[in-house]
């Protein structure tokens, strides 16, 4: 379980497989606290089995971690063609400006290389960790562990790694190896080629702290009006749900601050822009899902976001 935690929930658990705390002492504004853990960092709780199964679903290059679970090439061409091709074009080729996924072998050292998942990418788990986790990019995690599979197997299909008849699951799926793997080399500076340590350690009495270290949480000294007076009521749902296609322009997005990009937009009204937001529009290959795909947000808060783009856009 340890091997898959992140470095702050770590931090967190003051070490896998902690005792129960028992002990707590008293609580100041922040987290509980303890002081008889002499070397632990003494905040928070110890995570529950259920709390850890939830964030672990991270897979190692050599497999460990895969989900028990299966899939074809066969039923992931279904999938593909319904969840991705919309985006990723149906021989992986990439519609608009989306990512190709297929294709671009040899192209590394030229010019301009074509990053792909056969040209590229190191490892098959990796695919199947970041489809599981962030795709399709408007419904990250929807899809079921076998699913995943065979969509995997089809995305390999695609750059012509694996054959029609293949059927993927969690003892094959690191057996099959991508061809750029080996470009791939550990970090050669000194301060992450330190060797772990995983028994016999020195213990924590030993370790010398040489700086402060910077509170888990930073102290935010603002109070509730003075952040209504300034921030825009449509700036957060802005960054959290719209950003991650209007700042850079993904497949073909107005880009937020671009005032020519929105200019012809406008001559319909804002009216007009506030109803394709919350309903969706499409023109030619750019797609905008309605409500940007967070079905769940509320006709104000996309309305609140749109002002706050054309605001920063004028
Ligand atoms: C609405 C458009 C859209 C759909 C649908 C979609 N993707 Fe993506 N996909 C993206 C975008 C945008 C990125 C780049 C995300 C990033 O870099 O943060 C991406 C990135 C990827 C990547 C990484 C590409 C790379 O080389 O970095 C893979 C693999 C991928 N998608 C697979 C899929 C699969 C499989 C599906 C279907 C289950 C799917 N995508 C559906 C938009 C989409
Ligand atoms: C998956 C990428 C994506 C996300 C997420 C996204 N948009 Fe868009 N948006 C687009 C694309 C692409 C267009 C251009 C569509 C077109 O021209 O047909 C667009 C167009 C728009 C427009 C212009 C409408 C018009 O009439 O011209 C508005 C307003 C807008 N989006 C608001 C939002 C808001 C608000 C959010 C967040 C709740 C959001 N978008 C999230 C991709 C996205």
Redesign the pocket.
């Known amino acids: 379980m340890c091997r898959s935690l992140s470095p702050l929930l770590l931090l967190w658990l003051a070490g896998c497989g902690a005792a129960q705390p028992d002990g707590v002492v008293g609580t100041h504004d922040g987290p509980s606290f303890r002081d008889d853990r002499v070397g632990h960092y003494a905040v928070g709780s110890v995570a529950s089995e259920a709390q850890i199964a939830a964030w672990d679903i991270d897979i190692r290059p050599d497999g460990m971690g895969l989900p028990v679970g299966s899939g074809s090439v066969e039923d992931g061409e279904y999938l593909y063609e319904e969840q991705c091709a919309e985006c990723h074009g149906s021989f992986g080729e990439g519609v608009g400006r989306y990512p190709v996924l297929a294709g671009g072998e040899g192209t590394l050292t030229e010019d301009r290389p074509e990053r792909t998942v056969g040209s590229y990418w190191p490892y098959t788990s990796t695919l199947f960790d970041y489809i599981y986790r962030a795709m399709p990019?408007?419904q990250p995690e929807s899809l079921t562990v076998d699913e995943t599979y065979a969509i995997t197997a089809y995305v390999l299909y695609l750059n012509d790694l694996i054959d029609d008849d293949v059927t993927l699951d969690q003892n094959n799926t690191a057996t099959i190896r991508l061809p750029n793997e080996g470009n791939f080399v550990p970090d050669p500076r000194p301060d992450v080629a330190n060797e772990r340590c995983m028994q016999d350690c020195r213990g924590g009495a030993a370790i010398e702290f040489h700086s402060e270290v910077a509170p888990l949480i930073p102290a935010v000294a603002v109070s509730a009006e003075a952040t209504a007076a300034t921030v825009h009521p449509g700036a957060e749902?802005?960054e959290q749900?719209?950003s991650?296609?209007?700042k850079v322009g993904?497949?073909?997005?107005?880009i937020v601050g671009e005032t020519q990009a929105w200019s012809g937009?406008l001559e319909?009204g804002v009216d007009?822009?506030?109803k394709?937001?919350l309903d969706g529009?499409?023109?030619g290959t750019?797609?905008?899902?309605p409500?940007?795909?967070?079905t769940h947000?509320s006709d104000e808060a996309?309305e609140q976001?749109?002002r706050f783009?054309l605001e920063k856009s004028s």
């Open positions: 990019f408007t749902t802005y749900y719209c991650i296609c209007h993904v497949g073909g997005a107005p937009r319909n007009s822009l506030i394709n937001a529009m499409s023109s750019a797609v905008m899902p409500k940007g795909g967070f947000l996309v976001a749109v783009m």
